[in-house]
């Protein structure tokens, strides 16, 4: 049986467990029915916010972003699975992920 962390101490999490707990929206999912395999979300980089830290890079399971001259851009947006890892994982709110309408 594990003892729970003392008084100051907080659990360690692996950040592979931390994404897979996130629910992954499947690649196959169909637009309301219609056989059609849905578009991907869409993108948006506010540069102005940017900071270049690299954390919604690392956080895609998809490789989706690249960092380019010190800022996040979007290298392979047709395989964005719309999880929303990366805009979780910015810190200065420079990715929004929005449904396709």
Partial sequence: MS???GAGESPTVEAAAVAAAVPQK???ECAA???KKKAPPTITIINEYCKGCDLCVV???KDVLAMKS???IVVK???CN???LCELRC???AILIGEVA
Wanted: proline share 12%; charged share 25%; net charge negative.
């Fill in 3 to 5: 003892e729970a962390p």
């Fill in 26 to 28: 499947d690649d196959s």
């Fill in 33 to 35: 029915g219609t056989g």
């Fill in 59 to 61: 956080a895609c399971p």
């Fill in 70 to 72: 010190g800022k996040v």
């Fill in 77 to 79: 947006g047709e395989l």
């Fill in 82 to 84: 719309g999880c929303m």
């Fill in 91 to 93: 810190p200065d709110f």
